[in-house]
């Protein structure tokens, strides 16, 4: 019998309207440009598999279950009008 602990993730994600920001008044380039910052799996949770000895079994091994682990992503994101 396997055993799978509980898994819980957090992700974070923020936006900002550049076109829309004070400072942008004298840059109309940044019209229409948006920035995002976004986290997934802040805390680097990844999910726990044993077996009734109490081994992993190789296609259980948090790396394979998650390669990525935490993700960080910055987009930059400009409409053309």
Do not use: C, M
């Not at 598999?49 to 259980?60: E, L, N, Q, R, S």
Request: hydrophobic residues 40%; glycine residues 8%.
């Amino acid at each position: 019998d396997l055993r799978f602990s509980d898994l819980t993730t957090v992700g974070v994600r923020v936006f900002a309207d550049l076109g829309r920001q004070p400072f942008a008044k004298d840059r109309p380039w940044l019209r229409g440009a948006r920035v995002t910052l976004s986290v997934d799996n802040i805390f680097d949770e990844k999910q726990k598999v044993h077996a009734g000895d109490g081994t992993t079994p190789i296609p259980y091994q948090p790396d394979y279950l998650d390669p990525q682990g935490r993700v960080v992503k910055l987009a930059l994101r400009k409409l053309f009008f």
